[in-house]
């Protein structure tokens, strides 16, 4: 993890101080997940514009058609067995 330093007015540290304590997190934790949600609807917005000026090339889409990855071989007569370190099969 990178130190991110700042100041905040010492009523907003009051309050997340306070916010902290109510839902059991450090107020580093409160601001780094404030943060988080307020940094990631950004970003977003502009991996949207970046997709625009650059949509995924054929190559890229190849795989898209795909609906459903599926196991090569017919593997409906394993189990898994809790206890086992891997799957076994039934006879």
């Not at 916010?19 to 977003?44: N, Q």
């Not at 889409?61 to 799957?87: G, I, K, M, N």
Request: with cysteine.
């Amino acid at each position: 993890m990178s130190m991110l330093s700042f100041q905040v007015a010492p009523e907003m540290a009051k309050r997340a101080n306070e916010c902290a304590e109510f839902v059991g997190v450090t107020p580093s934790e409160l601001f780094r997940e404030a943060l988080r949600r307020h940094i990631d609807p950004i970003l977003a917005e502009r991996d949207a514009e970046i997709y625009e000026k650059m949509p995924l090339t054929e190559d890229e889409l190849a795989l898209s058609s795909v609906q459903y990855w599926l196991p090569a071989e017919d593997w409906s007569d394993w189990e898994v067995d809790d206890d086992a370190a891997s799957p076994v099969r039934r006879i």
